[in-house]
Protein backbone atom coordinates (compact mmCIF):
# COMPACT_ATOMS: atom_id res chain seq x y z
CA UNK A 1 0.00 0.00 0.00
CA UNK A 2 0.98 3.26 -1.03
CA UNK A 3 2.20 5.40 1.97
CA UNK A 4 3.05 9.43 1.59
CA UNK A 5 4.34 11.17 3.82
CA UNK A 6 5.08 15.59 4.10
CA UNK A 7 7.20 16.93 5.94
CA UNK A 8 7.24 19.49 7.48
CA UNK A 9 3.75 19.40 8.88
CA UNK A 10 3.46 23.12 9.41
CA UNK A 11 5.67 25.82 8.48
CA UNK A 12 5.63 29.82 8.76
CA UNK A 13 7.43 31.98 7.17
CA UNK A 14 8.04 35.68 6.59
CA UNK A 15 6.81 37.20 3.28
CA UNK A 16 9.42 37.55 0.61
CA UNK A 17 11.40 34.21 1.17
CA UNK A 18 12.00 30.95 -0.45
CA UNK A 19 10.67 27.90 0.55
CA UNK A 20 10.71 24.37 -0.21
CA UNK A 21 7.84 21.62 0.93
CA UNK A 22 8.66 18.19 0.61
CA UNK A 23 7.09 14.69 -0.02
CA UNK A 24 8.05 10.73 -0.40
CA UNK A 25 6.11 8.31 -1.22
CA UNK A 26 7.23 4.13 -0.31
CA UNK A 27 6.26 2.70 -3.59
CA UNK A 28 8.02 4.15 -6.65
CA UNK A 29 5.96 2.52 -9.31
CA UNK A 30 3.79 5.43 -9.77
CA UNK A 31 1.98 6.62 -12.95
CA UNK A 32 1.85 10.89 -11.62
CA UNK A 33 2.81 13.03 -8.87
CA UNK A 34 0.25 15.77 -8.08
CA UNK A 35 0.52 19.08 -5.74
CA UNK A 36 -2.91 20.64 -4.76
CA UNK A 37 -3.32 23.40 -2.42
CA UNK A 38 -6.55 23.75 -0.14
CA UNK A 39 -7.95 26.60 2.03
CA UNK A 40 -9.52 26.36 5.24
CA UNK A 41 -13.26 24.91 4.49
CA UNK A 42 -12.33 24.28 0.94
CA UNK A 43 -11.54 22.13 -1.68
CA UNK A 44 -8.44 21.25 -3.47
CA UNK A 45 -6.82 23.61 -6.36
CA UNK A 46 -4.22 21.72 -8.30
CA UNK A 47 -0.88 23.70 -8.46
CA UNK A 48 1.31 21.09 -10.74
CA UNK A 49 0.93 17.46 -12.27
CA UNK A 50 4.28 15.78 -12.75
CA UNK A 51 4.20 12.41 -15.05
CA UNK A 52 6.26 9.58 -13.72
CA UNK A 53 8.49 10.07 -17.11
CA UNK A 54 9.18 13.91 -16.15
CA UNK A 55 11.65 15.42 -13.62
CA UNK A 56 9.74 18.44 -12.87
CA UNK A 57 7.32 20.87 -13.81
CA UNK A 58 6.87 24.87 -13.55
CA UNK A 59 4.01 27.68 -12.80
CA UNK A 60 4.74 30.88 -11.94
CA UNK A 61 6.64 31.29 -8.92
CA UNK A 62 6.24 26.87 -7.92
CA UNK A 63 8.35 24.63 -8.90
CA UNK A 64 7.63 21.03 -8.25
CA UNK A 65 10.26 18.42 -8.85
CA UNK A 66 9.87 14.35 -9.08
CA UNK A 67 12.79 11.96 -8.42
CA UNK A 68 10.72 8.53 -8.38
CA UNK A 69 13.53 5.70 -7.83
CA UNK A 70 14.26 7.64 -4.52
CA UNK A 71 10.42 7.93 -3.99
CA UNK A 72 10.28 12.09 -2.89
CA UNK A 73 8.79 15.14 -4.61
CA UNK A 74 9.36 18.77 -3.42
CA UNK A 75 7.87 21.87 -3.89
CA UNK A 76 9.42 25.09 -3.93
CA UNK A 77 7.61 28.26 -3.56
CA UNK A 78 9.80 31.51 -4.94
CA UNK A 79 9.58 34.84 -2.95
CA UNK A 80 6.59 33.32 -0.88
CA UNK A 81 3.33 36.22 -0.12
CA UNK A 82 0.57 36.19 2.83
CA UNK A 83 -1.83 34.98 -0.36
CA UNK A 84 0.06 31.34 -0.42
CA UNK A 85 -1.04 30.64 3.12
CA UNK A 86 -2.82 27.79 2.96
CA UNK A 87 -2.91 23.72 3.31
CA UNK A 88 -0.23 22.10 0.58
CA UNK A 89 -0.69 18.33 -0.01
CA UNK A 90 1.16 16.13 -2.32
CA UNK A 91 -1.07 12.87 -4.06
CA UNK A 92 0.49 10.25 -5.61
CA UNK A 93 -1.61 8.15 -8.44
CA UNK A 94 -0.72 4.46 -9.32
CA UNK A 95 -2.85 4.02 -12.09
CA UNK A 96 -6.41 4.10 -9.59
CA UNK A 97 -7.71 6.57 -6.75
CA UNK A 98 -4.79 9.32 -5.07
CA UNK A 99 -2.59 8.50 -2.04
CA UNK A 100 -2.38 11.91 0.13
CA UNK A 101 0.06 12.61 2.39
CA UNK A 102 -1.24 14.74 5.24
CA UNK A 103 -0.17 17.76 3.84
CA UNK A 104 1.87 20.66 5.06
CA UNK A 105 0.36 23.68 6.40
CA UNK A 106 2.04 27.11 5.76
CA UNK A 107 1.68 30.66 7.21
CA UNK A 108 3.16 33.31 5.45
CA UNK A 109 3.82 36.52 7.80
CA UNK A 110 3.52 39.97 5.90
CA UNK B 1 -11.79 22.81 -18.74
CA UNK B 2 -12.54 19.79 -16.80
CA UNK B 3 -14.41 21.58 -14.35
CA UNK B 4 -16.20 18.85 -11.01
CA UNK B 5 -19.09 20.66 -9.72
CA UNK B 6 -19.71 19.43 -5.83
CA UNK B 7 -23.00 20.46 -4.08
CA UNK B 8 -24.05 21.24 -1.43
CA UNK B 9 -21.18 23.04 -0.27
CA UNK B 10 -22.53 22.46 3.24
CA UNK B 11 -25.41 20.80 5.31
CA UNK B 12 -26.52 20.52 8.83
CA UNK B 13 -28.58 17.40 9.47
CA UNK B 14 -30.37 15.60 12.48
CA UNK B 15 -28.93 12.19 13.34
CA UNK B 16 -30.66 9.30 11.82
CA UNK B 17 -31.84 11.66 8.15
CA UNK B 18 -29.75 10.71 5.33
CA UNK B 19 -28.36 13.31 3.29
CA UNK B 20 -27.32 13.55 -0.75
CA UNK B 21 -24.16 14.57 -1.75
CA UNK B 22 -23.93 15.78 -6.18
CA UNK B 23 -20.75 15.25 -8.13
CA UNK B 24 -21.12 16.44 -11.42
CA UNK B 25 -18.72 16.62 -14.76
CA UNK B 26 -19.50 20.09 -16.15
CA UNK B 27 -17.75 19.60 -19.39
CA UNK B 28 -16.19 16.00 -19.67
CA UNK B 29 -17.56 12.63 -19.16
CA UNK B 30 -16.48 10.70 -16.36
CA UNK B 31 -17.12 6.98 -16.07
CA UNK B 32 -14.96 7.07 -12.99
CA UNK B 33 -15.43 8.88 -10.07
CA UNK B 34 -14.26 8.98 -6.58
CA UNK B 35 -15.09 9.62 -3.15
CA UNK B 36 -13.34 10.78 -0.29
CA UNK B 37 -13.57 12.04 2.98
CA UNK B 38 -11.33 14.03 5.19
CA UNK B 39 -11.15 14.84 9.24
CA UNK B 40 -9.79 17.93 10.69
CA UNK B 41 -6.24 18.13 9.91
CA UNK B 42 -5.96 14.55 8.64
CA UNK B 43 -5.42 13.62 5.05
CA UNK B 44 -7.83 12.36 2.59
CA UNK B 45 -9.09 9.02 2.61
CA UNK B 46 -10.30 7.14 -0.21
CA UNK B 47 -13.99 5.83 0.39
CA UNK B 48 -15.17 4.49 -2.95
CA UNK B 49 -14.66 4.40 -6.04
CA UNK B 50 -18.05 5.20 -8.21
CA UNK B 51 -18.24 3.93 -12.11
CA UNK B 52 -20.48 4.39 -14.25
CA UNK B 53 -23.23 1.74 -15.12
CA UNK B 54 -22.03 -0.37 -12.24
CA UNK B 55 -21.72 -1.21 -8.60
CA UNK B 56 -19.16 1.54 -6.54
CA UNK B 57 -15.81 -0.24 -5.19
CA UNK B 58 -15.66 0.43 -1.56
CA UNK B 59 -12.97 0.20 0.44
CA UNK B 60 -11.89 -1.44 3.23
CA UNK B 61 -13.72 -0.58 6.71
CA UNK B 62 -16.18 1.77 4.29
CA UNK B 63 -19.76 0.56 5.13
CA UNK B 64 -21.48 0.63 1.65
CA UNK B 65 -25.25 0.16 3.42
CA UNK B 66 -24.22 3.65 4.94
CA UNK B 67 -22.58 5.42 2.15
CA UNK B 68 -24.48 4.79 -1.03
CA UNK B 69 -22.90 5.33 -4.22
CA UNK B 70 -25.00 5.95 -7.56
CA UNK B 71 -23.15 6.85 -10.58
CA UNK B 72 -26.13 6.76 -13.09
CA UNK B 73 -24.76 8.84 -16.56
CA UNK B 74 -21.35 10.41 -16.94
CA UNK B 75 -21.74 12.95 -15.41
CA UNK B 76 -23.18 12.65 -12.34
CA UNK B 77 -22.46 10.73 -9.10
CA UNK B 78 -24.08 11.14 -6.21
CA UNK B 79 -23.18 9.74 -2.35
CA UNK B 80 -26.37 9.42 0.66
CA UNK B 81 -24.90 9.14 3.95
CA UNK B 82 -27.72 7.10 5.59
CA UNK B 83 -28.93 6.97 8.75
CA UNK B 84 -26.49 10.04 9.50
CA UNK B 85 -24.52 10.20 12.85
CA UNK B 86 -22.76 12.93 14.64
CA UNK B 87 -19.16 10.63 13.64
CA UNK B 88 -20.38 10.89 10.05
CA UNK B 89 -19.55 14.61 10.93
CA UNK B 90 -16.43 15.13 7.94
CA UNK B 91 -15.43 16.76 4.71
CA UNK B 92 -16.60 15.31 1.77
CA UNK B 93 -15.24 15.56 -1.46
CA UNK B 94 -15.14 13.90 -5.14
CA UNK B 95 -12.68 13.48 -7.51
CA UNK B 96 -13.04 12.63 -11.34
CA UNK B 97 -10.37 11.88 -13.69
CA UNK B 98 -10.59 13.97 -17.21
CA UNK B 99 -9.51 10.63 -19.24
CA UNK B 100 -7.06 8.17 -18.02
CA UNK B 101 -5.16 8.65 -14.70
CA UNK B 102 -1.90 10.13 -16.59
CA UNK B 103 -4.11 13.31 -16.96
CA UNK B 104 -4.44 13.71 -13.22
CA UNK B 105 -7.49 14.13 -10.99
CA UNK B 106 -9.70 17.51 -10.59
CA UNK B 107 -11.78 17.67 -7.50
CA UNK B 108 -15.15 19.32 -6.44
CA UNK B 109 -15.48 21.82 -4.21
CA UNK B 110 -16.27 19.94 -0.69
CA UNK B 111 -18.96 19.25 1.34
CA UNK B 112 -18.73 20.35 4.99
CA UNK B 113 -21.44 17.73 6.63
CA UNK B 114 -22.43 18.42 10.51
CA UNK B 115 -24.55 15.94 12.30
CA UNK B 116 -26.14 17.52 15.33
Known amino acids: KQEVTQIPAALSVPEGENLVLNCSFTDSAIYNLQWFRQDPGKGLTSLLL?????REQTSGRLNASLDKSSGRSTLYIAASQPGDSATYLCAVGSGYALNFGKGTSLLVTP | GAVVSQHPSWVICKSGTSVKIECRSLDFQATTMFWYRQFPKQSLMLMATSNEGSKATYEQGVEKDKFLINHASLTLSTLTVTSAHPEDSSFYICSASVSESNYGYTFGSGTRLTVV
Open chain 1, 50 to 54: IQSSQ
